[in-house]
């Protein structure tokens, strides 16, 4: 890989009906990390995401129906490892991720010569909770996954991710698209297939708009859902992934 001052960056971020906060989120990309190139993946907006996310300088992929953010990650994967990318960074369309973080991610990802880093809320930074059932279920799975990838998890349901050129390759042709997929089954696949897994402690922020993707009644069949996505992640079969590459200089 080259090293991280030449090493080309995509940022994506999956968005649905987030016309309110997509642009905002652009900027700040751009103000973050101006060498990086932003992609939004409008997964089937029906309000003026798209449009928004284009009048502030981003690349728009536009999917006819709404797959969920599994599916619009793989197509952003996709296009990564088409046109040749050596670093994405998953970022949410809502205001939640700081951008700021992302030299933290990148750091820690040279330092441990990681295929995947992990925006990790649940790691000394920041006052972000989750209570109940939510809460339960996060912690049984970062326990369950530490021991997957065999390093220590916190905070395996996070949507603030960097992957390098290994597992852009490994998920632009088996990221899962179903509910939880996109993380859970997701480090089921990359760690049985040898890419190394690590994480960083980051602040979440509140929404800047739209609404939360889960409400009370559905936090409460959170902890079903969850336990299901493990089982079908441990009954997948191993993927292969590319030999591993190193990570040169510093973020």
């Known amino acids: 890989m080259p090293s991280a001052s030449s090493a080309r960056m995509l940022v994506v971020v999956p968005a649905w009906n987030e016309q ?7 900027s700040e990309l751009f103000s973050a990390v101006p060498d990086a190139d932003v992609l939004v993946v409008d997964d089937g907006s029906t309000d003026r995401t798209a449009e928004e996310a284009a009048r ?3 690349l728009v992929l536009e999917l006819p129906i709404n797959l969920g953010v599994g599916g619009a990650m793989r197509a952003g ?17 809502d ?47 970062a326990g369950v996954l530490s021991r997957v990838c065999r390093t220590s998890l ?9 992957s390098g050129r290994r597992a852009i390759t490994l998920f632009s042709g088996n990221y899962p698209a179903e509910y939880l997929g996109d993380t859970v089954e997701s ?16 602040a979440m922020r509140p ?42 200089g510093t973020a």
Do not use: C, N
């Open 56 to 58: 502030a300088g981003a």
């Open 95 to 141: 205001g939640q991720h700081d951008p700021a973080e992302i030299p933290q991610l990148l750091e820690t990802m040279r330092r441990e010569q990681a295929d995947i880093v992990i925006g990790a809320r649940f790691a000394g930074v920041g006052d972000y909770e989750a209570r109940g059932p939510r809460r339960w279920s996060m912690r049984m799975l």
């Open 20 to 26: 309110d906060t997509v642009a905002g989120v652009v």
């Open 187 to 202: 480090l089921v696949i990359a760690a049985r297939a040898g890419l190394v897994v690590r994480q960083v402690g980051v």
């Open 154 to 162: 916190t905070d395996a349901t996070s949507g603030f991710k960097l």
């Open 77 to 93: 994967y996709t296009y990564a490892m088409r046109k040749g990318y050596d670093l994405a960074v998953q970022v949410d369309a």
């Open 207 to 248: 929404r800047a708009g739209g609404r939360p993707s889960h409400s009370p009644v559905r936090a409460a069949v959170f902890l079903g859902r969850a336990a299901l996505a493990l089982v079908i992640a441990l009954s997948r079969p191993t993927v292969a992934a590319q030999p591993a590459l190193e990570i040169e």
